[in-house]
């Protein structure tokens, strides 16, 4: 009796397990096709002399673009830049993500209607952003530099001391609705306790906010900073849309290098190369992160 | 204990394979409305999309009407994404493209990795052909090493485009210019110029004009890089000021779009730009509006202009290259290249440009002559391995120069070392 009931639930148990990992397959099958390969293949040719106009002269090489990569001044100058770009894009986001939500949060019925129009920079496809705002910010031709004029303001934009930073708040721009959905969410599931305790408690605004809100909030802000982090590396179009690098260098970005020279240039081998640094960065940057959320957690 | 079959890894294994397999389709074999001269073929063509694809289309249609067995796809792509794809199905075992449009600074990289057929033997087997007759730097683009790979689409070599309501006369010599375009945008009305200073390949593009009226080459007829030079400073300290006194203020980044919006918006006197660009402006449903028809064409000041080519060639995978060769020699046989013409393209054969009728039916006889002087002197902005990296490096340390990031001989010195690196670097290879 007892073995046939342990055989009844190896069966139970068993079959949508088999089921399962059956169904699982065609994905892994995909992922194979279209992930795993192209990060082998990219590891294979960043240690070759891979160029796609001499394929017939492929030859290992070692490490040696992994080397000369510590002397490219234009690599560490666009390392740089892209870093820049990051910090200033996603710390923007992070504070004015966060006030919006604040801000939504507290609105009666009209919190989905605002909600919706937030959000919808977020719809627009990056290089259509980047053109847009290359026009509008163009002293001549453009919107906004003559509304700023009548203030007294001149501003030249994409000039070389500003360039980076316009860019970056282009990122905002079409970016913090997405840290602030991230934001909303993560304040709505919030529980409600600790808020009444320190209301109960007589605890002021600012209190509250930086001694129970930020605290139960850390969690969700890591994530959405990964996130937003992740996807502001990858920043292409409106260098490309726009600056095109320039002034000088002042735009190059590591994702436009590791186009130009991949593709452009032809030089597939030490494109890759670059490709393998900046994941290895990324890889160090989300690890301190994840670290920081559970240490977070422990606390 | 019973094996149990490895359902899920054959099922991974055939997804895997299925995939593997999908890829462009052979469409050679699609059926067609094929006729007794041939069998039925379809060739696949990328172009670009600009006016110049849009007068090709428009003469496809009596190709196919005259070649019945064969039919054409034409993609036209914007130009940014046209290089990858091309590269994309040059490397392909079952090539997207039959025939392939090249711009000159790929020309010598395509030719070198295989990607192009070689076309002396289609030029010399076809009656009538004349190939002589393609202004001469146009058809030494298409030849590397001895080997023609490609023969001319279209030229876009610069010229100088002008307000004649506001210029007299163009200006021939690049002082006389300077001086102009500063007195024009002193007065404050429109600036004299607009300037196309965009780190990359429009700097250079522009930039190599001056360079030319100053006396300097980016290299010599052997290939060598003689950049690092007085003329090649003389050039870029003058670029500067012209930018820092006439140009719209805070231009930095102007490419192609901003300065003909300018021109055409009435906002600026004159640019350095393609000389087809002409008809566009005076077009009056065009961009111009009102102001169409006040525009005018000369030679860029100096003389010596740089000159941009399209090329057709022949995909060196292509399954259909006797096809593909029916069509691109029908529509560059000085028949068809007239009508082409006269329907507005770019012009290629010297003989067309000295065509009564191509003057009388298309834009009139200054306009073709002085087309055909910009293409008597006329140098490519670079040729060579790696061009296009070159392209890239020189407009790079030019736009810093501008920026005040390097200094003039810095700027010049940086560009001159690093093209050479570049030019040298596949030929060690």
């Known amino acids: 009796m007892k073995a046939g009931e342990q055989g009844l639930k190896q069966t139970v148990t068993g079959a949508p397990e088999r089921l399962g990992r059956l169904l699982v397959m065609p994905l892994l099958a995909i992922l194979g096709a279209v992930l795993i390969y192209p990060v082998l293949f990219t590891a294979r040719v960043s240690v070759q002399d891979y160029r796609l106009n001499a394929l017939d002269q492929v030859e290992f090489i070692g490490t040696e673009h992994y080397a000369s990569l510590i002397t490219n001044a234009t690599f560490i100058n666009a390392l740089r830049n892209t870093a820049v770009f990051v910090v200033t894009a996603v710390t923007l986001e992070l504070i004015l993500g966060l006030a919006l939500a604040l801000a939504v949060q507290r609105l009666g019925p009209t919190r989905d209607g605002v909600r919706s129009i937030l959000l919808m920079p977020m719809f627009v496809t990056p290089i259509a952003v980047g053109l847009i705002f290359r026009f509008l910010l163009n002293q001549q031709l453009g919107l906004i530099p003559p509304l700023l ?23 905002v721009w079409q970016w913090t609705p997405l840290m602030f959905l991230m934001m909303l ?22 209190f509250t906010f930086r001694r129970v809100t930020l605290p139960l909030l850390r969690p ?15 920043v292409f179009e409106y260098v490309f849309a726009i600056t095109r690098g320039g002034p000088g260098q002042t735009t190059d970005t590591i994702q436009y290098l590791i186009y130009r020279v991949g593709f452009q240039f032809f030089r597939l081998g030490e494109a890759s190369a670059m490709a393998y640094v900046l994941v290895a960065f990324v890889l160090v940057l989300v690890a301190v992160l994840i670290w920081l959320t559970r240490k977070g957690e422990s606390a | 204990m019973r094996q149990r079959p490895p359902i899920p890894f054959l099922l991974t294994l055939v997804t895997a394979l299925a995939l593997a397999a999908c890829g462009p389709s052979d469409d050679s074999a699609t059926p067609d409305n094929g006729d ?66 090249v711009d000159n600074p ?70 006389d210019y300077r001086q102009l375009v500063a007195d024009i945008s002193s007065e404050g009305e429109v600036t004299g110029l607009a300037m196309q200073p965009q780190r990359g390949y429009k700097i250079f593009e522009e930039w190599a004009n001056w360079l030319y009226a100053y006396g300097g ?81 000369a030679e860029v000041p100096g003389g010596k202009a740089a000159l941009g080519s399209w090329s ?66 006329a140098e490519p902005l670079a040729s060579g391995p790696n061009a296009e990296e070159v392209i890239e490096i020189v407009g790079t340390h030019l736009n810093a120069a501008i920026a005040g990031e390097e200094t003039v001989d810095e700027a010049i010195s940086r560009a001159a070392a690093e093209a050479e690196e570049a030019f040298a670097r596949t030929s060690e290879g």
């Open chain 1, 185 to 206: 969410a993560g304040l709505e599931s919030l529980p409600k306790a600790p808020f009444e305790a320190a209301r109960v408690d007589g605890a002021s605004t600012w």
């Open chain 1, 149 to 171: 004029d009548l203030f007294g303001f001149r501003i030249d934009f994409f000039g070389p001391d500003l360039a980076l930073l316009s860019l970056a708040l282009i990122d």
């Open chain 2, 312 to 377: 057709w060639a022949i995909a060196g995978n292509s399954e259909n290259p006797d096809e593909a060769w029916e069509f691109i020699s029908w529509l560059t046989s000085p028949e068809i290249d007239k009508q082409r013409v006269i329907a507005g393209g770019a012009p290629t054969r010297m003989s067309v440009l000295a065509d009564e009728e191509v003057w009388s039916e298309g834009y009139g006889q200054d306009y073709y002559e002085t087309v055909a002087a910009i293409l008597e002197d």
């Open chain 2, 36 to 101: 007794a001269t041939g069998e039925p073929v379809t060739l696949s063509v990328i172009m670009e999309e600009v006016p110049d694809t849009d007068i090709v289309l428009d003469l496809v249609e009596d190709f196919e009407a005259e070649y019945e067995n064969i039919t054409l796809e034409v993609e036209a792509l914007p130009f940014d994404q046209m290089r990858d794809r091309i590269i994309t199905s040059s490397l392909a075992p079952d090539p997207t493209y039959d025939i392939v449009v």
């Open chain 2, 217 to 297: 080459s980016l290299t010599d007829d052997s290939g060598n890089v003689t950049l690092d030079s007085p003329e090649a400073r003389e050039a870029l300290e003058a670029y500067i000021e012209t930018y820092e006194t006439a140009a719209p203020a805070d231009s930095l980044s102007w490419g192609f779009d901003e300065a003909l919006r300018a021109v055409a918006g009435g906002e600026a006197a004159s640019m350095i730009s393609y000389n087809w660009m002409l008809p566009t402006l005076n077009n009056p449903e065009g961009d111009a509006g009102d102001l169409a028809g006040s525009f005018a064409v």
């Open chain 2, 106 to 175: 790929w020309m010598v990289d395509f030719a070198n990795g295989g990607y192009l057929l070689e076309l002396d033997a289609y030029i010399e087997g076809t009656e009538g052909y004349d190939y002589e007759d393609f202004a001469e730097p146009l058809r030494d683009i298409g030849v590397v090493d001895g080997t023609t790979f490609g023969v001319p689409l279209y030229n876009y070599a610069l010229s100088l485009i002008y307000r004649s309501d506001i210029i007299d006369e163009a200006p021939a010599d690049i002082e």
């Open chain 1, 220 to 234: 969700a802000i890591i994530i959405a900073v990964v996130i937003r982090m992740l996807d502001a590396l990858r």
